[in-house]
């Protein structure tokens, strides 16, 4: 799994404005609206604990003080704790706070200590990352394609599989390529049937995974995945909208999914 470093995560909320922005023209709604939507909540005065954690590489610049940009955006307030890992989880906890935000390599959790809900981020990622490609306003069919059957594009594909849509999929990995197509039914993607996708979830840590032949002039493509999915020749294309941010977004729906 990519770890994120401090450059990915400069200037987070700008980048979070330009991702709505272009989610709003592309589905018709904002990033608020569509959480709240797929998981049915509204922010309530939740006080959030943000608690670094040193385990594994250790704490990630700019990834605290980010979760805390994320928490104030939707109006929530929140905090850093002084201390990492267990003094930090303890304090938290002594604070009365509602929800802890906190990471190690592996895994990054939500978890409301007030209604028992926890969210991991690779299932929330997917889930809304999937959820936006699915909503383009102007597909001509319930065509989806999921690329990247990882924690996170198995989320997604499973979240469209459920929502009714026609899902391809494409990963290199067979064994991956199996359980989706044997556990959710997906159709293996085969670049030989020359099929064009105007709806696109990638979930990969790789570059340019999305060719020319597999996207229609006009689409959506809708990725957490670092480096860029998308080739930069084609994303010169004023009709492909490229939805891609780091953090802010999957980190959005977590708290949603607790919420
Ligand atoms: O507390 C810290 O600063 C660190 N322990 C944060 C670690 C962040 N974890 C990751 O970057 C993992 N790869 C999962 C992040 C998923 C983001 N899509
Ligand atoms: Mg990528």
């Known amino acids: 799994m990519a770890l994120l470093t401090p450059e990915d995560l400069e200037d987070l909320l700008n980048k ?15 990033i608020t609206e569509i959480c709240e939507e797929v998981y049915g909540t509204r922010p309530a005065s939740q006080k959030v604990a943000i608690v670094p954690i040193t385990a594994g ?30 003094t930090g989880y303890h304090q938290a906890v002594s604070d009365g706070a509602d929800i802890l935000l906190m990471a190690d390599d592996h895994m990054f959790i939500a978890h409301n200590l007030k209604n028992g809900k926890i969210a991991a981020n690779h299932i929330c990622t997917g889930v809304i990352y999937s959820e936006i490609a699915s909503r383009f306003i102007h597909a001509g069919s319930k065509d989806v394609m999921v690329i990247g059957l990882g924690r996170v594009g198995y989320a997604g594909a499973e979240h469209l599989v459920k929502k009714g849509f026609n899902v391809y999929a494409y990963d290199p990995n067979t064994e991956f390529m199996e359980k989706a197509i044997e556990e959710l039914g997906v159709n293996a993607y085969d670049s030989a049937d020359h099929k064009k996708f105007s709806m696109v979830f990638e979930a990969t840590p790789n570059a340019n995974t ?29 009709d492909i909208d490229l939805v891609m941010e780091p953090l802010v977004i999957g980190a959005a729906a977590m708290l949603y999914s607790v919420f």
């Open 210 to 238: 999305i060719s020319e032949g597999m996207i229609t002039d006009r689409c959506l493509i809708s990725t957490p995945g670092i480096p860029c999915a998308l080739p930069a020749e084609l994303a010169e294309n004023g």
């Open 16 to 30: 979070l404005r330009q991702s709505n922005e272009t989610i709003k023209a592309s589905t018709g709604k904002g």
């Open 57 to 86: 590489n250790g704490i990630i610049g700019n990834f605290s003080s980010s979760l805390l940009a994320i928490t104030e955006y939707f109006g929530l307030e929140g905090y850093i704790t002084d201390h990492p890992d267990i």
